[in-house]
């Protein structure tokens, strides 16, 4: 039937996760406009301050709202006029110039008042814990210590808080959907990344780290290097599931995670992260995680687990180097990492990690070798899964592998298994990623070990050669699947000839035979 005259066309209505969606597109819209923002990477830290904000005010409403309710008081982390609903939640309040003072500066006239105090930043940079804990005002100061605003148009940055003024994270399924959208945000970050050398870690392959190091609630749990906060989300959801009491939920909330990030926006990121999956003050250290000399790392420095991807072909500078051993000293970020996680873990069997590390660092020779026999020797090197190239892309194309190892050592035997690719690929990419599912196999296997055409093992200390003074020069762990098809190609030149003659000679018999029978008469 045709519309009358005069009537609008009926809109269809949009679900929530198209809302969201529709709020975070016309936010990167609204932002390309602001000539300060030229790229994507630039403008994504604008989005991701001013969503950090918008969640923490909501999250503080409810808190308030069930302190009220409780008849407990309230503190909020963030003081008038510094709240999202006090400067940014009216969409006609200050805008344009005044705006941009008041984001930036060190001293500006607050929202509201012709009274002056602290710029917004400077503010956030300056809340701190008055006791002794960590609290949820440490981790905003530590969040904004090297956050800038990066938006030059003040207007511009007002119709994206607008924006985000939308987006309601007091309820639960805006909470859910936007889970997803920041899941997005995080990808788009990583890739920018990738560029300059930041490897971020695929969430099958944390999940099943995490999986096969199980975290028990009671146990504390690190990641020095965290990037955007993956393995500690997932190490929390997997702690979450173990809660019974109310005093579990304390131990979980106040014992449990732990992580490290020195570059700002991951940093903020992982924060957010933690926040949104319900860990109320999240504990990462700003600082670089190798600025700690190995000899002061005592029990109190210790954990149960550690889960990492240490940052790939990094650089550190010589005042960090002083840390480490005068013969365990090298500029790969990888292997400085490597020593102090083994410090790190707990002693006598309570201490065990999960590493990502590249191939260079299992046939690396040098310093390398001393460090891989320092593993073997003095922990329990267990187990090393091999992954097939293209689970880091688009990042690389370079196979890493996990390795896991405790403090139960030293270590005997060495268990390897590699990871198929399935039939139909040749790599995995960045459109045809690794799926959890794909690790069931090796699930299985983890718990009931035995060789098979994917897994063997071999005993540690073999792997150690040293010269006539006992010095290591080599612990060689790219070690090639003796059960594959094409083992063959691996064995000693000697043994290999002696099989293509046996092989041919077989062959001559066979067609000896052939010939015989044809010139037999019929």
């Avoid at 999240?282 to 670089?288: A, G, K, T, W």
């Amino acid at each position: 039937m045709a519309r009358q005259p005069g009537t609008k066309k009926k809109q269809p209505t949009q679900t929530t996760a198209q809302r969201l969606d529709s709020i975070i597109k016309s936010a990167r819209k609204h932002m390309r406009k602001d000539r300060g923002l030229n790229t994507d990477l630039e403008r994504l830290p604008t989005l991701v301050w001013v969503m950090f904000l918008k969640f923490l005010d909501d999250k503080e409403r409810i808190e308030e709202e069930k302190s009220v309710l409780s008849g407990t008081p309230f503190k909020p982390a963030i003081a008038r006029p510094y709240r999202w609903r006090d400067w940014a939640a009216k969409s006609e309040g200050i805008t344009g110039p005044d705006l941009i003072r008041f984001v930036n500066d060190e001293k500006a006239v607050l929202p509201g008042s012709e009274e002056e105090g602290p710029g917004l930043f400077a503010y956030l940079r300056s809340l701190r814990n008055g006791g002794s804990g960590k609290d949820r005002r440490d981790v905003i100061a530590n969040a904004f210590r090297s956050i800038s605003n990066r938006a030059e148009s003040g207007y511009v940055l007002r119709d994206v808080i607008n924006l985000i003024d939308d987006i309601h994270f007091t309820s639960s399924e805006e909470m859910q959907i936007l889970g997803r959208l920041y899941e997005t945000l995080l990808r788009e970050i990583r890739d920018a990344a990738g560029q300059s050398g930041e490897f971020y870690t695929p969430r099958p392959v944390v999940r099943f780290m995490v999986n096969v190091t199980d975290p028990r609630l009671g146990e504390t749990v690190l990641d020095p290097a965290c990037g955007t906060g993956g393995f500690l989300t997932e190490a929390f959801e997997h702690l979450s599931a173990q809660c019974r009491t109310v005093a579990d939920r304390k131990t979980l909330q106040t014992a449990s995670i732990f992580g490290g990030e020195v570059k700002s926006l991951p940093y903020m990121l992982a924060e957010m992260g933690l926040l949104l999956h319900g860990l109320e003050a999240p504990q990462i250290d700003p600082e670089n995680g190798l600025r700690h000399r190995l000899t002061d790392i005592g029990e109190k420095d210790r954990v149960n687990v550690i889960l990492t991807n240490p940052p790939f072909g990094g650089e550190e500078e010589k005042g960090i180097l002083n840390n480490f051993p005068e013969d365990k000293r090298c500029q790969e970020t990888t292997l400085l990492f490597l020593q102090m996680i083994m410090r790190r873990l707990k002693k006598a069997g309570k201490g065990r990690a999960a590493v990502v590390v590249p191939n260079g660092t299992l046939f690396g020779d040098g310093v390398a070798a001393r460090i891989k026999a320092d593993l073997i020797e003095n922990y329990n090197l267990h187990t090393v899964v091999r992954l097939p190239e293209g689970v880091f892309a688009p990042y690389t194309d370079i196979p890493a592998n996990l390795i896991f190892f405790d403090t139960s050592g030293p270590t005997k035997d060495i268990w390897f298994y590699e990871h198929p690719l399935p039939p139909d690929r040749r790599k995995y990419t960045k459109t045809n990623a690794l799926a959890f599912e794909e690790f069931e196999p090796c699930l299985s296997w983890w718990a009931n070990r035995e060789e098979t055409e994917r897994a063997w093992k071999v005993h540690g200390h073999d792997l150690i050669q040293r010269d006539a003074e006992g010095k290591v020069v080599s612990c060689n762990l790219d070690l090639k699947n003796p059960n594959a098809a094409d083992a063959l190609d691996h064995r000693p030149p000697a043994e290999l000839v002696d099989s293509l003659i046996t092989h041919e000679r077989r062959i001559l018999d066979i067609l000896a035979e052939i010939k015989a029978t044809l010139a037999e008469p019929v």
